[in-house]
């Protein structure tokens, strides 16, 4: 069975819960979480005729604006909360 798509009903119930102001951005790629700026929203048909609405960045070479912080691309569960590794005891001198 094939996954459920979200359609732009979902889409606008979503962003029906934000704040109106906001600024819209898309995260891409969660192996390499990056934010990118909306520019265009372009709707047409996919192969079997389905109508399908795409989300497109800009073209100008700013429209990447770096990574996704670390709490977003674990909100996606793109990768786990980052954590601070464990402090090992520190070596006194004379050898313990």
């Known amino acids: 069975m094939m996954p459920r798509e979200m359609t732009v009903g979902d889409l606008i119930d979503l962003l029906s819960e934000c704040d109106r102001q906001a600024v819209v951005r898309q995260a891409m790629n969660p192996f390499f979480p990056m934010a990118h700026r909306l520019a265009q929203v372009v709707q047409s048909a996919d192969e079997c005729g389905k109508t399908?609405?795409?989300?497109?960045e800009g073209r100008?070479?700013?429209?990447?604006?770096?990574?996704?912080p670390p709490e977003v691309a674990a909100a996606l569960t793109w990768q786990g909360?980052?954590?601070a590794?464990?402090?090992?005891?520190?070596r006194r001198t004379g050898g313990n």
Not at 85 to 90: D, E, I, L, M, V
């Open 85 to 90: 590794p464990p402090r090992r005891p520190r």
């Open 52 to 56: 399908v609405v795409y989300l497109a």
């Open 60 to 68: 100008e070479e700013d429209a990447q604006l770096g990574h996704l």
């Open 81 to 83: 909360p980052v954590q």
